[in-house]
């Protein structure tokens, strides 16, 4: 509730309240009719007066998540909404784009990498505008710079938090979870092993790949700048006492954690 009445005063004192911003930022709010994850959020934004956001409740959500989606990235030339779209977040709507957000949130972290990324100055393409068109209505073409190839993709991350006051599900989370930082581990040391790399630096030579490992997880992001090297020691030692947790099982894992130990 603060949050929206922070946005709503905001568009009052006649701030600027960009639309694609205050979508990513309000969108873990349930509403009843999914079409209100768009249309409830039209007063508060100073740039939703084009008659294509006019709501339309006969219009069915997946034809008004493509619309908007596509209106406010030709419009705005911006990519922001990228960031609540594609592999690794839930898919409501299996027949939507790939590039186009569904505004579902199974946990409330979901666009803490954004914030993240406005809080550290993160630029990857620098000042650069991005460059995009419509091949047709479903197909979004960005224009970029290939700087390297994937070899592998893991399995999505686990959605939800580690909280062992919730005793029905903490330990499930918590068990994805790990077994999840084992794939990627597994990952990084088949790549290594398969490119015949005995270094212990990653490629870049500026960490190794344990460094560049635990600061990918936390986008490099410290409370104020990037992150010091203590989180290294922070993720061996969190990792150190969840591995035994988890193998315990939920409900020892309860116990476990009530006795501080």
Known sequence: ????????????????????????????????NPRDKIFALLGMATDTEDSMLDPDYNTTVEAIY??????????????LL??????????????LPSWV???????????????IMEKIGY???GGTIPSLYFKDENTLVIKGILTD??????????FGNI????????????????????????????????????????????????????RT????????????ARYEDDFRMWRRIMEPVVAAGAAEAQVFVDQGQ
């Open 1 to 32: 509730l603060t949050q929206m009445m922070d946005a709503r005063t905001l568009k009052q004192n006649h701030h600027s309240a960009n639309f694609q911003r205050i979508l990513l930022s309000k969108y873990t709010f349930n509403a009843t």
């Open 66 to 79: 493509l619309k908007t989606a596509a209106y406010l990235l030709k419009r705005d030339n911006c990519i």
């Open 82 to 95: 990228l960031h609540n779209a594609g592999v690794g977040l839930p898919m409501k709507y299996k027949d």
């Open 101 to 115: 957000p569904q505004w579902v949130s199974s946990f409330k972290e979901d666009h803490a990498v954004l914030g």
């Open 123 to 125: 630029r990857a393409a």
């Open 149 to 158: 190839t994937i070899e592998n993709i893991s399995s999505e991350r686990p």
């Open 163 to 214: 909280d062992f006051s919730r005793r029905d599900s903490s330990g499930t989370f918590a068990r994805e979870f790990i077994n999840w930082l084992r794939e990627i581990d597994t990952m990084i040391e088949t790549h290594r092993s398969n490119r015949g790399d005995v270094s212990v630096l990653y490629p870049n030579r500026s960490y190794t790949w344990r460094e560049a490992y635990w």
């Open 217 to 228: 997880l936390v986008a490099n992001n410290g409370i104020s700048g990037p992150a010091p």
